[in-house]
């Protein structure tokens, strides 16, 4: 992995050198993580202009939360506890005769960034904008693998919360259950907190579980996803409980699939972001929903559970094949209830079998 931490620090290296830049200060963590192979608790990485150098203030742990350090990174501890990793990281750079150096303006805070400025003042700080965030987007098959592995410890977790007794269960304890089942079969953790919602909080995006407990009739809706060696997944399934749905369960549940089908169709190299959208919007819009609509009906994964791209009405760019995405429209109707369905698939282009599905749980809506 060496090898490959270190081909995605050349990348940026040499896209600064572009922009007339000799070092880039990188802080946000999913960036730093990517470029690294770890990010501890506050540390930041000196890309150029001589050896690529990782700030700690405290040695890494090795522990899966922050990943594993790239052995081939020169690493410093800070000499005292209050020390920013950052201000010494540009102080190392005005050392190595750095004229100029990038930074992440988006993630530092103004007064980090005045302390920046003031420990090396002759050095020109510049805006390095979302450069590592558009590198991330294309992941390698390495990355990809991560993502195949968390999805299937996902689909594992919530095949077994299936097969259990669910009528009389709270939401929070079934949403407990399924983070202690991600664990269990492998994951770093849970990719985000997990939503269960049932009977009127059904469908709802992002739910936070309540002290609800699932009725006999109600539509239950599931969103998790497992965190494996920092890459995250998401799946959201809705089913039935205990007995044969009702025929608006049925309509509702057959209209939010037939948008999700459209969308994952959509996936191929080259669509437009707005169009992947629009394929799944236009479903559920043309059935008198649109006013419940989330505002994206998709989003990039990968380090961070929301990334780029986003797949929304005003969305500017087309996919890449080798990027991450889910897929997850819903319709809540206030007061009865609502269906939510949820795939993180990887877009690949129709001559290699087109988007592929990482979450495989199935779609049929069941009665449990």
């Not at 987007?137 to 999805?151: P, S, T, Y």
């Not at 259950?177 to 907190?193: I, Q, T």
């Not at 309540?210 to 959201?236: H, K, M, P, W």
Request: hydrophobic share 40%; proline share 6%.
């Amino acid at each position: 992995m060496s090898d490959v931490y270190a081909a995605r620090r050349g990348l940026l290296r040499e896209r600064c050198a572009a922009a007339g830049n000799s070092a880039a200060l990188i802080t946000r963590p999913a960036n730093v993580r990517y470029l690294a192979g770890a990010s501890p608790l506050g540390a930041v990485l000196l890309v150029g202009p001589a050896d690529d150098e990782l700030f700690c203030a405290a040695a890494p742990t090795g522990e899966a939360e922050e990943g594993r350090l790239d052995e081939g990174l020169t690493l410093s501890l800070l000499p005292g506890p209050g020390a920013d990793p950052a201000v010494a990281a540009a102080d190392r750079a005005a050392a190595a005769r750095a004229d100029s150096l990038a930074v992440e303006e988006h993630h530092l805070t103004v007064a980090r960034h005045r302390a920046v400025s003031s420990v090396a003042p002759r050095l020109r700080l510049a805006d390095l904008g979302a450069a590592v965030e558009q590198q991330r987007l294309v992941k390698d098959e390495g990355e990809i693998a991560c993502l195949r592995i968390a999805a299937e410890i996902a689909d594992q977790a919530l095949g077994e919360l299936l097969e259990s007794i669910l009528v009389g269960r709270t939401e929070r304890h079934l949403a407990l259950e399924l983070e202690r089942r991600l664990v269990d079969h492998g994951a770093d953790g849970p990719a985000f907190p997990t939503s269960v919602g049932t009977g009127p909080h059904s469908g709802r995006s992002r739910h936070r579980p309540t002290d609800r407990r699932v009725e006999e009739g109600d539509f239950l809706s599931v969103c998790l996803g497992a965190n494996y060696r920092g890459y995250r997944c998401e799946i959201g399934r809705t089913f039935v409980i205990g007995t044969t749905p009702a025929d608006w369960q049925i309509e509702l549940y057959d209209l939010v699939f037939a948008a999700q089908r459209a969308g994952r169709q959509a996936l191929l190299p080259g669509a437009a972001y707005r169009d992947v959208d629009h394929a799944a919007r236009s479903v559920l819009d043309s059935a008198g929903h649109g006013e419940a609509l989330a505002g994206c009906m998709g989003h990039g994964v990968g380090l961070e559970i929301d990334e780029d791209p986003q797949l929304a009405p005003t969305a500017m760019g087309k996919l890449d094949a080798c990027v991450p995405v889910t897929v997850e429209p819903g319709v809540h109707l206030p007061g009865r209830g609502g269906v939510r369905i949820d795939d993180t698939l990887v877009v690949r282009p129709e001559a290699d079998g087109g988007p592929e599905l990482l979450t495989i749980t199935t779609k049929e809506l069941l009665a449990l």
